[in-house]
């Protein structure tokens, strides 16, 4: 015989399962945590960045353009300038000599060039064949670069009036170079750079 279930059990049933169904629909949903957010790398995180700093880019042909600039200007900077660009030049001197001497067609910038590039290979054949340029200016870096020696008495000026020390002593071939370009110069200025070349301070 089947037993029939009371009706306030069923209605308890009831009502049990609509208080479940009201408190699902209020029960508010939980919004979605946003990513964890990364963690600058360590040299952005500490400290302050360093400023950025634009560094001048060089080369033989800037270096170049920097004489030419100097020269332009009325001389007033070339000596410092000079003095700079022959420092910077001191690994490029043999392809100043060799490339770039011969292509610069101005004489001023060709005869500084001879002397910031030949000052640091007085002994090369490329110094010495500058002594037979068609330029004075040049035959006469050409003499002061042989002798340079740093600490000497200044020689007569370049262009703008760059002056180089010299005591450099020449012997051998550099000095029957020398002699022979001296014999044959006809500029009096030249001739005088000579001249100074030649004479030894020991």
Known sequence: ????????????????????????RE?????PSPPPSKAPPPAVA???AEPATLRRYETTATLAEDLRDALAEGGRTLPAEFARVSLALAGQARFVLERMVPAE???CVRALLVAAAGLHLPEDPLVWRA???ASPE????????????????LSPPLPAGVALPLGRRLDGMALERLLRARSVESDGAAR???EAALTRRR
Not at 1 to 24: C, I, Q
Not at 27 to 31: D, L
Not at 138 to 153: C, H, I, K, N, S
Request: net charge negative; no cysteine.
């Open 1 to 24: 015989m089947r037993r029939r279930t009371s009706a306030p059990l069923l209605l308890f049933v009831g009502a049990l399962a609509g208080m479940a169904v009201v408190l699902l």
């Open 27 to 31: 029960r508010p949903v939980p919004a």
């Open 46 to 48: 500490d400290g302050p």
């Open 105 to 107: 067609s101005s004489p």
């Open 131 to 133: 002594l037979e340029d």
């Open 138 to 153: 040049v035959r006469a870096a050409a003499a002061l670069a042989m002798a340079y020696e740093e600490g000497g008495d």
């Open 192 to 194: 005088a750079a000579m």
